[in-house]
T-cell receptor
Framework: NAGVMQNPRHLVRRRGQEARLRCSPMKGHSHVYWYRQLPEEGLKFMVY????????ESGMPKERFSAEFPKEGPSILRIQQVVRGDSAAYFC????????????FGQGTRLTVV | QQQVKQSPQSLIVQKGGISIINCAYE??????FPWYQQFPGKGPALLIA?????SEKKEGRFTISFNKSAKQFSLHIMDSQPGDSATYFC?????????????FGEGTQLTVNP
């Protein structure tokens, strides 16, 4: 059973471009979370999705950021018109349904905006 | 109220010594307290977790102590080894109001000297 797969591992974008980050959860996991980690800081919650539904997007900036988890295919975190402050590591986690089941993290996508 | 505060920010321990990392929380609705270990360039990996119905949990060299009345919990690493050198994050979550999304502490960078 493969772990949580994120791609790309590293992404460089110029200011104003779009960044698209992908996350394939572990097999059987229907809960997906995106977190952002700035250098030397902890992880901050961004968004929580289940298949075809955004459950909680309270941690995600209202503008330029969007997320989806379609019926088929990976979850996508999209950042439009990137700015230097978007440079960070973005981690996806997935878990099974159930009370506080273990969240498994991917290796992250390191976004650099130049 | 959603914060989790972690200390120290960095910790240097000699091989064979005890590493102690502390966390405090405010939200009394939290009912799951995991610790994650993160190596450079990798995603966080679950180390050990505790629920508030017990005051201590031990797995090998790793022990969580939990004080519900003080709203504090700590990680103890016994017989610390150079391979334990990593960043450690405490976290907290509740299924009921936030779908088990994790609120992380700021992290502790542990260095174990040979």
């Amino acid at each position: 059973n493969a772990g949580v797969m994120q791609n790309p591992r590293h992404l460089v974008r110029r200011r104003g471009q779009e960044a698209r980050l992908r996350c394939s959860p572990m097999k059987g996991h229907s809960h997906v979370y995106w977190y952002r980690q700035l250098p030397e800081e902890g992880l901050k919650f961004m968004v929580y999705l289940q298949k075809e539904n955004i459950i909680d997007e309270s941690g995600m900036p209202k503008e330029r950021f969007s997320a989806e988890f379609p019926k088929e295919g990976p979850s996508i975190l999209r950042i439009q018109q990137v700015v230097r402050g978007d440079s960070a590591a973005y981690f996806c986690a997935s878990r099974l349904t159930g009370m506080n089941t273990e969240a498994f993290f991917g290796q992250g996508t390191r976004l650099t905006v130049v | 109220q959603q914060q989790v505060k972690q200390s120290p920010q960095s910790l240097i321990v000699q091989k064979g010594g005890i590493s102690i990392i502390n966390c405090a929380y405010e939200n009394t609705a939290f009912d799951y307290f995991p610790w994650y270990q993160q190596f450079p360039g990798k995603g966080p990996a679950l180390l050990i977790a505790i629920r508030p119905d017990v005051s201590e949990k031990k797995e090998g060299r790793f022990t969580i102590s939990f004080n519900k009345s003080a709203k504090q919990f700590s990680l103890h690493i016994m017989d610390s080894q150079p391979g334990d050198s990593a960043t450690y994050f405490c976290a907290a979550s509740t299924e009921e109001t936030s779908g088990s999304r994790l609120t992380f502490g700021e992290g502790t960078q542990l260095t174990v000297n040979p």
